[in-house]
């Protein structure tokens, strides 16, 4: 595997070639790719990662804008913006793929390396065109301990964001981008 990941900006012409092969072992996020929302740039950008041959949708994300709030004395107040992950996911096939390890001998997964790309084009975007302070999500348990290894934190109590009906049984994350500066 080359260490350049294969990413493109979702398009229609992707999403027929690709979508309906794509199973992630979640349902709703499945449905997500084959749905028109997956192109709507009302709602946020999907990125996919194909394969070398460009024969394989290996998996995507999707981010979007947001803010986090902070309620002290019943007052809600915004305390920064945020880039939010509305959706991550891997095909089946590629769960669980180990890819190396770092100096401390903690697996690095595909999905670590997705996650990453993620993570780099969200600073990316935070170093040329826009300004927040966070990243947001909505975990499953599933794909709880992935964000655990990249520094996400579970939300405090104090914090909030919005989230959708579809959302309730995830777990709000969030990873700080200038903590000191909050």
Request: proline share 1%; net charge negative; hydrophobic share 35%.
């Amino acid at each position: 595997m080359n260490n350049k990941l294969n990413i493109k900006l979702f398009t229609e012409e992707l999403q027929k070639k690709f979508a309906c092969n794509f199973h992630c072992g979640n349902t709703y996020i499945d449905q997500f790719i084959r749905n028109p929302i997956s192109l709507d740039n009302s709602f946020g950008k999907t990125y996919v990662y194909l394969s070398d041959k460009e024969d394989v949708l290996i998996g995507f994300y999707n981010l979007g804008v947001g803010y986090v709030e902070s309620v002290k004395n019943n007052q809600t107040y915004k305390i920064g913006g945020a880039v939010h992950i509305n959706e991550f996911a891997l095909d089946s096939r590629f769960h669980s793929i180990l890819i190396s390890y770092d100096e401390e001998g903690r697996k690095i997964n595909l999905s670590d390396i997705l996650l990453n790309d993620c993570l780099n084009r969200i600073n990316s975007i935070r170093n040329e065109h826009l300004g927040y302070s966070f990243v947001t999500l909505c975990s499953t348990e599933e794909g709880r301990s992935l964000y655990l290894r990249s520094d996400f934190e579970d939300l405090d109590e104090s914090l909030n964001f919005s989230i959708e009906n579809t959302e309730e049984k995830c777990s709000q994350m969030l990873l700080w981008i200038d903590k000191d500066m909050i």
